[in-house]
């Protein structure tokens, strides 16, 4: 994994952007606001999202990209934050069955998976159930 | 812009073909194509070729060049060659890149070739690959897979408009039934509903027949301008327009994450250009990379309502005996998806179609054919309608 990908702080703590000239929220952040393209040149603020947000749609992975063999099977989801931009995680800490659309969730930190067996760890978010 | 037609096709056997190499196929593919059409090799101006990932599956770039090289252009007409990549669009982009080439004059002949070949290397590795074209960056290393995204659609799909799991193990069925009839597909057998709904789990709820298979493959068109084609053939198909459009490399930045609004522009930009609208389409190809992509795609295109395709599948609407025949390949689930070469693939089934060359999966009087390829998760669409001088 490249070293700057590593070091994007959006990876860890959901830090994106908000266009301030039409309000929108982007995540992971964007230079340019696909809304007000121009206009939202120098206008893009980062900004750190909740953490919360809803499952949109699911699936459980048990075929998996090699890196994630040793997880399988397990969910991966798209979830809308609460703040309105739409991301993909793997859902942790909720058995097969309890998994559902519409359900709450909130982020936390997590390792996703490592270079070999001695090299560097890949960490990232995924997210949990909130109980409600 | 000057009128264009395909004078010339020429397709391999697709399957897993560990006996023959990338440019083995690619020659085979583009030579049937230049002894269709009855040109002389001296007329090719130029040569377009859709890959995808030669270089990740064989080790080999600069695939213009190796392919112009062996077809024996290189050192005698120095043609130019291009290779272009879009993921599963590659193919459909070089067929239009060709098109463009000829309506603007810059050519008169130009022959386009797709291929890919997948199979050299394990599936783990080929289907990690074929998953380069979703985003890395923000799907693949949190964990998300190529399956596991559309997989995602069929579930907001299902659960939007209640499209039924049987419905979707239906497109395998059809497509199988459909690849059972032509002679170059890599699956020619049928298969029943229940072969889908038992076969193991992908990314649920898709299933292994659910998804297209890894296949080596090429195909081959030969084009050209409206007074060469006349010289050539008395059976020529216009290709009467095409669209592209893009939407975004994410899955989850969406508008809607079963509609693929890609396919949508795509589609309006070609019907436009061709002065067509869905009913008048006779036959089509369209992307069945997963069961729901081909569900997802005949409502985007227009032939049915949105939400209406899982109903229009089990009413088999789109089979070779219904209103649309749809993907009578056996499209890439049994024809094979050699993912470079499908978009040139699907050309050559509607050519034949149009042509009355199909055989046993001809569809009777078929005039307006359409070919629909879709590059990632959607990010790329690709709508080209061609049509019949019968």
Avoid at chain 2, 187 to 208: C, D, H, M, W
Avoid at chain 2, 356 to 376: I, W
Wanted: charged share 25%; aromatic share 8%; net charge negative.
């Amino acid at each position: 994994m490249p070293r700057f990908w590593r070091e994007k702080q959006g990876r860890y703590n959901l830090v994106g952007n908000r266009c301030t000239n039409c309000g929108t929220y982007y995540f992971p952040k964007r230079d340019i606001c696909p809304k007000c393209h121009r206009k939202s040149v120098g206008k893009m603020e980062p900004f750190r999202f909740k953490g919360t947000g809803k499952v949109v749609s699911w699936t459980i992975v048990h075929d998996p990209h090699p890196d994630y063999k040793d997880m399988r099977p397990y969910i991966m989801a798209i979830i809308e934050l609460d703040e309105g931009p739409k991301l993909t995680a793997q859902i942790v800490d909720c058995a097969l069955d309890e998994i559902h659309t519409g359900m709450r969730v909130r982020d936390t930190f997590r390792k996703l998976t490592e270079d070999g067996k001695d090299g560097v760890i890949f960490y990232g978010y995924k997210f949990r159930p909130v109980k409600e | 812009m000057r009128d264009v037609y395909v004078i010339g096709v020429g397709i391999t056997r697709f399957g897993e073909l560990w006996e023959r190499s990338f440019r083995d196929i690619g020659i085979e593919a583009g030579i049937k194509a230049i002894n269709d059409s009855g040109i002389a090799g001296d007329d090719i101006d130029a040569l377009y070729i859709g890959n995808m990932s030669a270089g990740a599956f064989i080790n080999q770039e600069h695939i213009g060049a190796l392919i112009v090289d062996y077809v024996g252009f290189a050192s005698s007409s120095h043609i130019p060659a291009v290779r272009v990549e879009a993921a599963g669009a590659s193919g459909a982009i070089a067929f239009k890149e060709a098109y463009l080439s000829i309506a603007s004059g810059m050519h008169d002949i130009a022959v386009v070739g797709g291929a890919e070949k997948m199979t050299d290397i394990g599936d783990e590795m080929a289907n990690a690959i074929q998953g380069m074209v979703i985003d890395q960056e923000w799907e693949t290393v949190f964990g998300a897979t190529y399956a596991s995204l559309q997989a995602m659609m069929a579930r907001a799909h299902m659960e939007k408009y209640g499209t039924t799991r049987e419905q979707l193990g239906m497109v395998s069925v059809i497509n199988h039934r459909h690849g059972a009839l032509n002679p170059d597909a890599q699956f020619q057998r049928e298969i029943k509903l229940q072969t889908v709904l038992n076969s193991g789990y992908v990314a649920e709820p898709l299933r292994v027949f659910d998804m297209a298979p890894l296949s080596d493959g090429a195909a081959s068109l030969v084009l050209a301008s409206g007074d060469v084609a006349k010289k050539y053939t008395d059976n020529p198909v216009k290709v009467k327009g095409i669209g592209q459009a893009s939407d975004t490399i994410s899955l989850h930045d969406r508008r809607e994450i079963c509609t693929m609004d890609a396919t949508v522009h795509a589609a309006k930009r070609a019907y436009e250009r061709a002065g067509a609208k869905p009913a008048d389409i006779d036959v089509a190809e369209v992307y069945d990379s997963s069961t729901i992509a081909e569900i997802i795609a005949i409502e985007d295109l227009g032939f049915f309502d949105k939400g209406q395709g899982g109903k229009a599948v089990e009413d088999e609407r789109i089979a070779l005996t219904g209103e649309i025949p749809v993907n009578t390949s056996g499209g890439l689930k049994a024809r094979g998806h050699p993912v470079g070469a499908t978009g040139v693939a699907q050309i050559v089934e509607i050519v034949k179609q149009l042509r009355g060359e199909a055989d046993k999966r001809q569809v009777k009087d078929a005039r307006l054919g359409l070919a629909h390829a879709v590059g990632g998760s959607g990010a790329t669409a690709v709508v080209s309608i061609l049509e019949g001088s019968q």
